[in-house]
């Protein structure tokens, strides 16, 4: 999940801007609701985001805008206001060492020193659904391979609900899978012009769920997992809310399983709960199996 500095042009911004004390009162909904927090810096970002949702709802100041979300509206505009603010960049493919440790050595572990016959994985803030479809099609060649009898569950969640439209569609623009490799473009997608879409046993691979990171409730509510994809949120989160979400991906994996957060993002300061395991220029984190293989 990523924060996009785009400017909107909206009428409606221009006409009021965002003062700093409706800064300050947005910013602090955002964070209570996602676990977001815009620094004083973003002000101006903040403004052009929040912007379309005035354009659209044909308001003229960001305090209407406030005082709507505070009187009646906030269950049915929050969602919109989460889309606005969470514009999310993925690719197919994006992260190449740590899809070449989940398939030489990850799911192995998993499967042969665990015994897993049934191994579900979680793609946590999945985007458009690149992140778990990229797994599903790994998956495939592997099933193919070895492991034929093993059944694999792939849920992607994540808090936007635009994306999450997205990516049941399953179809991708020429960016989004530039990096992927021509056998498996040719193999599992159906190019008309410069939309790709991918064929629908890959797509069933996967289930997709609206599902707040922030919200331990919520993510009681999912069943245990034996590897984890958690890549490039926590760098949107304070130290705080941080230790809170890995605390609840923490509680979702299953002893002996596998965490991955972004390339550029680390648990060091943030939880002791899971180790550390270094692959070839990747690292997991795992939770202990106390009792052993299983």
């Given at each position: 999940?990523?924060?996009?500095?785009?400017?909107?042009?909206?009428?409606?911004?221009?006409?009021?801007?965002?003062?700093?004390?409706?800064?300050?009162?947005?910013?602090?909904?955002?964070?209570?609701?996602?676990?977001?927090?815009?620094?004083?810096?973003?002000?101006?970002?903040?403004?052009?985001?929040?912007?379309?949702?005035?354009?659209?709802?044909?308001?003229?100041?960001?305090?209407?805008?406030?005082?709507?979300?505070?009187?009646?509206?906030?269950?049915?505009?929050?969602?919109a206001?989460?889309?606005?603010?969470?514009?999310?960049?993925?690719?197919?493919?994006?992260?190449?060492?740590?899809?070449?440790?989940?398939?030489?050595?990850?799911?192995?572990?998993?499967i042969t020193?665990?015994?897993?016959?049934?191994?579900?994985?979680?793609?946590?803030?999945?985007?458009?659904?690149?992140?778990?479809?990229?797994?599903?099609?790994?998956i495939?060649?592997?099933?193919?391979?070895?492991?034929?009898?093993?059944?694999?569950?792939?849920?992607?969640?994540?808090?936007?609900?635009?994306?999450?439209?997205?990516?049941r569609?399953?179809?991708?623009?020429?960016?989004?899978?530039?990096?992927?490799?021509?056998?498996?473009?040719?193999?599992?997608f159906?190019?008309?012009?410069?939309?790709?879409?991918?064929?629908?046993?890959?797509?069933?691979?996967?289930?997709?769920?609206?599902?707040?990171?922030?919200d331990?409730?919520?993510?009681?509510?999912?069943?245990?997992?034996?590897?984890?994809?958690?890549?490039?949120?926590?760098?949107?989160?304070?130290r705080?809310?941080?230790?809170?979400?890995?605390?609840?991906?923490?509680?979702?994996?299953?002893?002996?399983?596998?965490?991955?957060?972004?390339?550029?993002?680390?648990?060091?300061?943030?939880?002791?709960?899971?180790?550390?395991?270094?692959?070839?220029?990747?690292?997991?984190?795992?939770?202990?199996?106390?009792?052993?293989?299983?």
């Open positions: 999940m990523s924060i996009l500095d785009n400017v909107v042009s909206s009428s409606a911004a221009e006409a009021s801007g965002l003062s700093q004390q409706a800064f300050n009162e947005l910013r602090a909904l955002i964070y209570d609701h996602t676990g977001i927090y815009f620094r004083d810096n973003k002000q101006y970002l903040l403004e052009s985001q929040v912007g379309r949702r005035l354009k659209a709802l044909n308001l003229t100041s960001y305090e209407s805008y406030i005082e709507l979300l505070q009187n009646g509206r906030r269950h049915s505009e929050l969602p206001l989460v889309n606005a603010i969470t514009i999310n960049e993925t690719f197919f493919f994006r992260h190449p060492k740590q899809y070449e440790a989940i398939v030489n050595d990850v799911l192995p572990a998993l020193k665990h015994n897993r016959s049934r191994v579900r994985i979680w793609s946590a803030a999945c985007s458009t659904g690149d992140e778990p479809y990229t797994l599903a099609l790994l495939n060649e592997m099933k193919r391979r070895r492991f034929s009898k093993v059944q694999f569950d792939i849920v992607g969640t994540d808090i936007n609900t635009a994306v999450l439209d997205k990516a569609k399953g179809t991708y623009g020429s960016y989004a899978v530039r990096n992927t490799p021509d056998r498996f473009l040719n193999k599992y159906r190019a008309e012009g410069n939309r790709y879409t991918l064929r629908r046993d890959v797509t069933d691979r996967v289930r997709f769920k609206h599902l707040n990171l922030t331990p409730s919520a993510v009681r509510g999912l069943r245990a997992f034996d590897l984890i994809l958690c890549a490039n949120v926590l760098i949107y989160f304070d705080d809310t941080k230790q809170a979400v890995i605390s609840n991906l923490y509680e979702r994996l299953r002893p002996g399983g596998y965490l991955f957060v972004g390339t550029s993002e680390t648990l060091h300061g943030v939880t002791r709960a899971l180790q550390p395991v270094r692959f070839n220029n990747t690292i997991a984190y795992q939770k202990e199996d106390r009792h052993g293989p299983k």
